[in-house]
Structures are given as C-alpha cells and as structure tokens.
C-alpha cells in the first residue's frame, strides 16, 4: 500500500466534509485513487444508512421549493433522528433539495420511497449521512400548480404550507404569505364548503337537531338552528369562510374570502398544510 500524501487527505477531506482519518482511510483503501475513494466512501456510508434504517425519526424539517417561472411547487417532511441535525444547514438544503426534485416531477402525489430512490436523490442522501450520521426518512411528498404560489415553514421548520391562488394578489404580495400563516394556525378542513366531507356536514346537523329537539325548542325553528350549527361549522372549518387572523386597517376582521377579493383573487386553487411527524 503506497503512502497518501497529507495534501490528498486534505483535498478529499474538502471535497466530502469528511473527517481526516476517514478521508485518509479511503484513500488508503483505493491506493490514492480520488475517484475511487469516493465511491468506496459512497458504498460504506450506503452501508450504515442500511444499519441505522430501523432508528427512530422523531425530529425532521419541511422543505419548499417554488418554481415561480413554470408555476408549480413541492412541499416534503424529511424526517431525522435529532433536533439538532433537523436544523443542520446541510439537513435543511437536502430537504429543500428534494422539495424541488419533487416539485420538477409529474405528480400530485408522488411516492416518497420511490423519491427517495431516484438516482440524483439517491446521491445526496447518501452524502448527508455521510457527514451527518443520522437515520433519515422521506415521509411525505406533494406537489401543486397554479397561476400564482406562495409558501411559509414555521421559524423550526417543523411546519409549513404551500398554496396556489388563481391570481397574483394586485395590492399586496404579503397577502399570500399572511394567508400562509393563516392557514398554518388555523389547520381549516377544507378550501370551501364543496371540500367538506358530506357526512360530517350531516354529522353537525344531525347533533344540533338532536340539542335542540333535548332542549325543547319549537318543532318549526329547529331547522333553522340546525342550519345556524352548520353555517357556523363552515366559518370555523372552512378556509374561505374563516375570519382571517389579521385585522384591518381600522382593526376589523374579514372573511379570507373578502379579504382575497379584494386584491383581485377568486380562489385557492390548492393548499398543502404538512407538519414533521403528523
């Protein structure tokens, strides 16, 4: 075996990331080989990422990416074991990374293991543990299109919303991201009232005739009650219908439908609301 030279040591160790006696290892296995090296050091941290595959993910990260060009985005949870790893600079641009792979692809849905196995995926996957050595998992993908896109990942980067309006906003672009936010804490079940599962409709109608029928109100208003239970299930439940969280310029709340309106925007045409370990 010939001797590496300390400055290939140093080269490799620059190029990976990886610790000097690693990096030296490598090198040492592959007789200077560089291109070598990397590859043995590709397989070998293949291997462990096998070894650590059963380890619990309880921490993780939302990434986002938005193509604003082409008009599409993708929103993924990559999971990892620790916190501090979940806000390492590498673990962040990984799930960024792949946010956008996933955000270049052809479904709504895709399947994040078969994500997970593409080629270039594959590769940086394989690099991050490398350095990190961490158990690492690609839990849930989504991607979405539309005439104008926003996002927002909570300061932990444990949360995060992706959505597609049908307009730019004409007065105020940060109207898109305060609907962000807004959906974020408000988790609404649906965008509008047709996204609403019939049967939990019918669940909230059923209860309240059943109150008030217990409570002895007159045989003729108790549909109306029923009715009154269900528009006010709507505009707690339903995007569209929820006040927003901002007040206005004279501290007055609206609708996010008016509120959407108002700047020239009809609808959302899509939200993803995704949360690290739910």
Known sequence: MKAIPAQMVKNLRERTGLPMMEC??????????IDAALEWLRKKHKGKMTERAGRATGEGRIGVYI????????????????APVAKNEMFVSLADGIARKVAAGSEAKPNPDAVRKEPQV?????????RLREAMNLRQCRRIEGSYLASYVHHDGKSGVLLALD??????????????????????LA???AGVPQEQVERVR??????????????????????????????ERVLMEQLHVKTDDY????????????????????????????
Do not use: W, Y
């Open 191 to 193: 965008i509008d009232r």
């Open 251 to 278: 501290g007055k709340k609206k609708k996010v439908g008016d509120v959407l309106k108002q700047a020239g925007v009809n609808a959302i045409t899509d939200v993803v609301i995704m949360k690290v370990g739910v």
């Open 122 to 130: 594959d590769a940086v996957f394989t690099e991050t543990f490398g």
């Open 24 to 33: 030296k290892e490598a090198l040492s296995e592959c007789d200077g080989d």
């Open 167 to 188: 307009a730019e906003p004409e007065s105020d672009k940060n109207i898109a991201a305060d609907l962000c936010m807004h959906t974020l804490f408000t988790e609404p």
């Open 67 to 82: 193509d604003e060009a082409k008009k599409l985005g993708g929103i993924i949870e990559l999971q990892c074991e620790t």
């Open 206 to 235: 059923s209860e309240a005739i059943e109150i008030a029928k217990a409570e002895g109100k007159p045989e003729q208003i108790v549909p109306k009650i029923a009715d009154g239970k269900v528009n006010a299930f709507f505009s």
